[in-house]
């Protein structure tokens, strides 16, 4: 059967819709990192049958917003006054930022359904979207709505995954902390005489990837010390005129005027901290909403017991030189804690 024909029974499984929102996942994750402080969106249109009309996706503070982004791109196409269903991975905005409000753009078109994956986590916004476009009399749902599908569960997850460094920073002030740790076959993180790595080819690339999703780079000054190291995205491309904050714990003033001088020759914009918390504040006063920490044990098993991270990324060196490089992700549950008064926001509960 065409899968369309079913559209918009809500009795059956809204195939089109869940379609929908994998790909306005896509569209937002190819500018994760690119957006501070803003969040990376996604946001497809559907026809009355569920096809998709235009897609569109927020590319950098500034720029449009992604549901701005697709209908502009439904009206370039001729194809605006049969935009039936906008899917988009946040709630729409509904006040005047650096650009106009979301949900009057969506007014604007002739738009009956609304499906949104997560809400507002900004505190001073939020529930003002939904509210507008259903008090406008459109129908406005939430992809938890279809929580029995086990495929709308593993979108939402990642919906939130991908907003959670911009709900930390507008809730807390502070950035999702990703933390990379490296560990050689014999249990060490320190590369021998000479090495700055030990990963595999595969892992450096993770690596370099977990570079272009973050605002900023924290490191301790024995790192620093030890490997020159450089910090830049190197082996997959990066985002383009992004500029990253590189922030040293370097209490003692030991990182020398040239290692700072060439940082700063490759676009870094420097902080030297003396602890973590204005380190960490000051990448969120900056607009940073993720920081990868890439130090030595120090530092890093530092953090890890504070309980201040929310991401750590375990690279294990294959014991085998043949082997393959075992990677680990854990969230930090007691991290996340922090926001469960918002959690039903978060979660898009209504
Ligand atoms: N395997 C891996 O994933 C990685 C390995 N490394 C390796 O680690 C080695 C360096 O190790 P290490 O010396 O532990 O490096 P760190 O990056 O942890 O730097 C240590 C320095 O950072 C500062 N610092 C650390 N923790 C804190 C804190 N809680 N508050 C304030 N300042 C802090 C201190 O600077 P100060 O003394 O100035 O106060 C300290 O001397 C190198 O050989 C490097 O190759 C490095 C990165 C990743
Ligand atoms: N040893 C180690 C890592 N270490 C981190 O990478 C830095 C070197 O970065 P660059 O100079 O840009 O190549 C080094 O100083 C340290 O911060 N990373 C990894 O993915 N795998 C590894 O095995
Ligand atoms: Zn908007």
């Not at 370039?76 to 729409?92: C, F, H, Q």
């Not at 999703?213 to 450089?230: H, K």
Request: aromatic share 4%; charged share 20%.
């Amino acid at each position: 059967m065409d899968e369309s024909a079913v559209y918009p029974n809500p009795d059956l499984p809204p195939r089109p819709i869940l379609r929908a929102f994998a790909r306005a996942l896509d569209l937002a994750r190819a500018h994760e990192g690119a957006t501070a402080p803003n969040p990376p969106v996604g946001c497809v249109l559907l026809d009355a049958n569920g096809q998709e009309l235009a897609a569109g996706a927020h590319r950098r503070a500034g720029m449009p917003h992604a549901e701005a982004d697709a209908i502009n791109e439904a009206r370039a196409a001729g194809l605006a006054d049969k935009i039936d269903s906008v899917v988009v991975t946040l709630e729409p905005c509904n006040h005047h930022g650096r650009t106009p409000p979301c949900a009057e753009a969506i007014l604007g078109t002739g738009a009956r359904l609304v499906w949104i994956a997560c809400r507002d986590p900004n505190p001073e916004v939020t529930g003002g979207g939904a509210e507008r476009l259903r008090a406008a009399g459109l129908d406005v749902h939430f992809l938890s709505d279809l929580h029995h599908h086990p495929e709308a569960a593993v979108l939402l997850g990642e919906a939130n995954r991908l907003l959670a460094p911009f709900a930390k920073r507008s809730q807390a002030g502070l950035p999702f902390i990703t933390i990379k740790q490296a560990i050689s076959a014999s249990g060490s993180m320190v590369p021998v005489a000479g090495r700055k790595t030990f990963t595999s080819a595969a892992s450096l690339e993770l690596a370099h990837r977990l570079r272009r999703r973050a605002d900023a780079i924290l490191t301790g000054s024995g790192t620093v010390l030890a490997d020159n190291p450089l910090f830049t995205v190197r082996r997959v491309p990066d985002h383009s005129e992004k500029q990253r904050m590189l922030v040293i714990l370097d209490g003692r003033r030991r990182v020398t005027e040239t290692y700072l001088d060439a940082a700063r020759q490759r676009g870094f914009a420097l902080h030297l901290a003396d602890d973590v918390h204005h380190a960490l504040e000051a990448i969120g006063a900056a607009g940073g909403m993720e920081v990868l920490v890439e130090a030595g044990p120090n530092l890093t098993t530092h953090l890890l017991t504070t309980g201040l991270w929310d991401e750590h990324v375990l690279i294990e060196q294959a014991a085998n030189p043949d082997g393959t490089d075992r990677v680990t992700v854990r969230r930090n549950l007691v991290s996340q804690a922090y926001s469960h008064g918002k959690e039903k926001d978060v979660l898009g509960h209504h």
